[in-house]
């Protein structure tokens, strides 16, 4: 059903995420899906609660799953139908492939990348070479990324928590804490809203993306692994990386990455060595 969603929005375009259709999205709910279509390619966040779909693009993926490209942004029955025409013509394969409650990954394979590119020119569409690698380069590092120094939170609030390292979750803190403390992410509830604060000092606090911040926080922490003989590259789940560094990694697969409740991690697949080394500069994380 997932997939009628993704062609509901291509034919869209643009809209709220609250619109997308709940009967479409087999009550997996609509900001969880819409999260996994940005972490696919498929669609574009804009402002606090607004979308509009990518334009489609064959993304090629690393040389070591051969000649192959997996189809991101719009899908509608006519794009698909020219995508297997060229395909043909081009002696290229088209690979279906289902994912649990999510968008099919469709994935091109050809004889070279100059055929993957011919089939993306007969088909209309841009055929972009390793995008994963491309997206994690042009990606600013933690240490960097945007945030905007605020005063502390003062008087009444509701909540408070802090990320902590050696639990690699959210566990109870007090403003008191928050406030003397000389570094830490915290995460304070008001009565009308929720303010993410990454402490690098006393009296210095900086508004950030939450899952920037807790990244942040994680700094020089030894928690991930990677496994060599698959390049599946693994995570505990509260380091989900921020949307366009999720979207470097799922599009070393064409996969959402896979959430494992019982270890509380996820994992994505298929990620070469020169990735994982570019995410962990860019992370500051270091592996097991």
């Not at 509009?52 to 064959?58: E, F, G, N, R, S």
């Not at 649990?100 to 007969?122: C, G, N």
């Not at 994690?136 to 609030?157: F, H, N």
């Not at 697969?253 to 994982?276: A, T």
């Amino acid at each position: 059903m997932t997939n009628l969603v993704l062609q509901w929005m291509s034919f869209r375009r643009t809209g709220r995420i609250a619109d997308i259709p709940t009967d479409l999205s087999e009550g997996t709910g609509d900001r969880r899906l819409f999260d996994d279509l940005v972490t696919l390619g498929h669609a574009e966040r804009f402002g606090a609660d607004r979308w509009k779909i990518a334009p489609p693009v064959l993304a090629g993926v690393p040389r070591q799953h051969g000649n192959a490209a997996v189809l991101c942004g719009a899908r509608t029955p006519s794009l698909l139908a020219s995508l297997n025409s060229a395909s043909t013509f081009a002696g290229a394969r088209i690979i279906s492939e289902q994912q649990a409650m999510r968008p099919d990954t469709i994935t091109i394979t050809a004889p070279s990348p100059d055929a993957l590119a011919e089939v993306a020119a007969k088909a209309g569409i841009v055929f972009l070479a390793d995008v994963g690698l491309r997206m994690l380069a042009c990606t600013p590092s933690i240490r960097d990324w945007p945030r905007v120094s605020c005063p502390m939170v003062e008087g009444k609030v509701d909540s408070v928590v802090r990320f902590s390292r050696s639990q690699m979750a959210w566990i109870g803190s007090t403003l008191e804490e928050a406030s003397s403390a000389s570094k830490g992410f915290f995460r304070i509830k008001r009565d009308w809203d929720r303010v993410s604060l990454l402490k690098s000092a006393p009296t210095q606090a900086s508004r950030i993306d939450e899952r920037a911040g807790r990244l942040a926080a994680s700094a020089k922490c030894k928690v991930v692994r990677w496994t060599s003989d698959n390049g599946v590259l693994t995570l505990p789940a509260w380091l989900y990386p921020p949307s366009i560094m999720a979207r470097g990694l799922a599009l070393c697969s064409g996969h959402i990455p896979r959430f494992d409740s019982g270890r509380m991690e996820i994992s994505f697949d298929g990620v070469p060595p020169e990735h994982l080394r570019l995410f962990l500069a860019l992370t500051r994380l270091r592996q097991l």
